[in-house]
């Protein structure tokens, strides 16, 4: 098949490489400021680039501001009303957590863009590098083993579930929270402690590092006066956030926002994971 | 609160006398093969048993055979029409694995069921449970150790995700199947790895150990003829049974049907699933 | 190279046809109840098997009763004197648990007996097999699950290091014994909790099951009346046996002496490590 | 007891804390740039620190360089022999990492030196440290995940065992290399793959994540060419440093160096270590 992969940081860098190394014929454009390897071939015009292609594999997130395709391995400055013109609607036409006013850009264009990142796959997939993103994280910002660690996972879905798999595996002493008692069932099923999420209050003491996972905020002034002194806060929520970081410095409690982990640490993985999806996509369209 | 505990077998027995050591106040009727303890009220007459009781809890499943109540630990012989009538409509009434009929003859004398084997905390914990059961017969049933054994577990439901965890707790090569992209990605976030499960056949040879939990028939004589002299098939599937056991036996594939594991392998732990499901359904209701 | 099994209980039988299937050329006597496969010659004379033998294996243990071959599969009866006089100083000839009088027997026929009992590698791959063969044990005796369950292991040598691997493998707390400072360092770099040996009093009645490896009499009267209601004691020490069975029997406690576990639960790994051992041993000497 | 903590790095500032929060008294020499807690009394002169003690405890490594007294939390320089003239023969001084000329230079003024690197206790307890410190590196110079990548660990001493079981912890693939067949057998008995350390020739392009634990030079030119690209290796071995690292750097492989991990990643867990570690000198010398 013909892709071309427009955009992105070195997670689209490696998916182009790694969709040419499966035989498949690949351009690029807007990832200018890299040599690519495997045959890859990098174009200047977003035309040439994507004429040809089969499949056009947009960033993620698809823009970076407004009106802007997100493309921070590019030297130049890209519109997506740009892009979106050099398209055809027979084209399938892949791109990541697309916003409102970029879905219309793009249907004006009579272009329809499927959002990977609503895959529940991929979101599956990313939780692993953003559990170990946040693994590496604490290991970096306590002075304490995680061995014989005590850790609250705060949110019992994709991270929270992984991130307490790991955190057993490296010898922690893992509890994680959840509101449904379903969930508290499945917590205790792997053989953590588990703990409504409504009922931490007066627990919060006994804990060396605290991983909210719930895009909620848990972790306000009173829960963060309860936290032992050299304990580590790390909020791993996106929208608004899940600890009240103003609070937390107050208190002298150290808190980090760990955003966009899976990119960052893992971009090999995280391109891999980003074909493997394409790959679906196109198998449940009837392509390849 | 009082509560009466009817029929069913060691599981009833055990939540019997689980609920009276959290301080409840507990009769029981057609218990009698067995003494209770922590003061457990063992009466010989239904009436007296249910009357004060706020909460009557019905044996897992409710009835044995057609109309009779499921109480092996008996020396007498139950109608649930005689249980049902001599319950009220304002009593909570839970019982395990309703059938149709026993639902219906329950409505007549004014009695809603609430069955707790539709909960999905027992469920979540019934696995653990089964899982471990599994275990125990996999070291029954295989002259290998589990350690470095190759283990293939199709369906990755309740128990197939607590079955694989725990077998890879004990060192094995676990191979997973699911249908559905996001499962298949959930195998490998454990770090096992996945397989289609349509696409098992011709890789069954590999396995020493093959576990089904999906209730279709799986394993079929075409698919039994691959599996490898000495290896051991598991069929943990209810309902209709995921391997043609005749086609197994013809073949001399050694293969075991293991049913109600939960309940034989670990009556405490079950008797006390019970009971904690029953404590979520009285707080739901707002009791206690 | 060409091998003669003689004697010997399921390991031996499935040693021989491993050996077998490597492409060695393999005779046996007095495994005559069995059929065996992979071409085994299955001769009816000591002298016959063995004779053309480079490798001579004699079973595990070597001896029943004084003087006599442990041959539970053979219909005979064979002295070990009989067994020695046929074999040459010429030959490698390797036994398993070698006794003062067998090895006096064997000297004055000229033969010297390697014990392969004795050789460290096969220890640890045995104590493999055993903690499985514990925690099918643990699994049969108790009603709860060994998810959740709190474990007392007495003891860090080869068995104790495995069962507490396994045992949180599979969802337990872990507590482990070890008299020297570094031991109880390794307990707890593995993520368990560390207790000395000496120190266990007062604490016994915390845990669902007490494991003993250590082949003295920790568990006596006193220390056994605090174990608590229910809770599983199980024995893997040998010779003299670390608990006193009739104060438990007395006390109502419910205790298991589980010996000669990997023989039992599994003959195929068994026999692999027996092979496996042989052909270091071979090695080591400069055969093959 | 009366403690004195003279010079060192994070790990005895937090050591001196622990032991004045277990209730000693403590007074510090030569950490002049913290300010410590928990009632330590940091003092301006050696004679006024170490005179009241009845324990003095030294840096790990004890000098920095030849004479001097290893304190980076000084603002001052202090030669050893400053040091040692302050102190008395009955007082129990405890160091780290004790060169020749140090403890010449201690017994000259009448000194007796301990040197509690050489504890096996603190050697294990280190391990966790270092292991832990080589998954943060692995995750900071990779661009996979740990989970499903292929790892060799050489060597299974201290830190080989536990760094493997945090691999398979996180999900990794884990083989591990050793020369004597009963480490062979443990690295199977914990489920990883084993190979002989004097035979991974061919198979080292196989994997993603390669970590010498040997003091040997174990990865030549010879070697390294097989790496795979993008494959990381990872040294932590001491003294020579087991991998050729101008040769991995003209070939292309990214090699890394991790010398004393433990100090750096966890200074609170190594000052823990160190602490319990002089409890045991002094429990086993009859004090306390």
Known sequence: MIFAVIGGDMRQAKLAEMLAADGHWVSTFA????????GVTQRSSVKEAVDPAHCVILPLPVTSREGLLNAPLSFGIHTTHEIFSALRPD?????????????????EAGIELIDYLKREELAVSNAVAAAEGAIQ????????????????????????????????????????????VEDLAWIRAYGYEACETDKIDGTLGNYDVIVNTVPARILGEERLREIKRGALC???????????????????????????????????????????????????KGVT
């Open 31 to 38: 990832i200018d400021k890299l040599r690519l390897e495997n």
């Open 91 to 107: 084209q399938i036409v892949c791109a990541g957590r697309v916003d409102e006013q970029t879905a219309k850009t793009a249907a």
């Open 137 to 180: 994280l604490i290991m970096e910002e306590t002075a304490i083993t995680v061995c014989h660690s005590k850790c609250l996972v705060i949110g019992f879905g994709r991270i929270g579930k992984i991130l307490c798999h790991r955190l057993r595996g490296l010898g922690a002493y893992v509890t994680a929270t959840a509101r449904k």
């Open 234 to 284: 790390l909020d791993l929520a996106s929208k608004p956030g899940g600890i009240d970081f103003s609070a937390a410095s107050k208190l002298g409690v150290k808190a980090v926002w760990a955003l966009s982990l899976p990119g960052e640490v893992a971009a090999v993985t995280s391109g891999r994971i980003i074909r493997d999806t394409i790959y679906n996509i196109l198998r449940e």
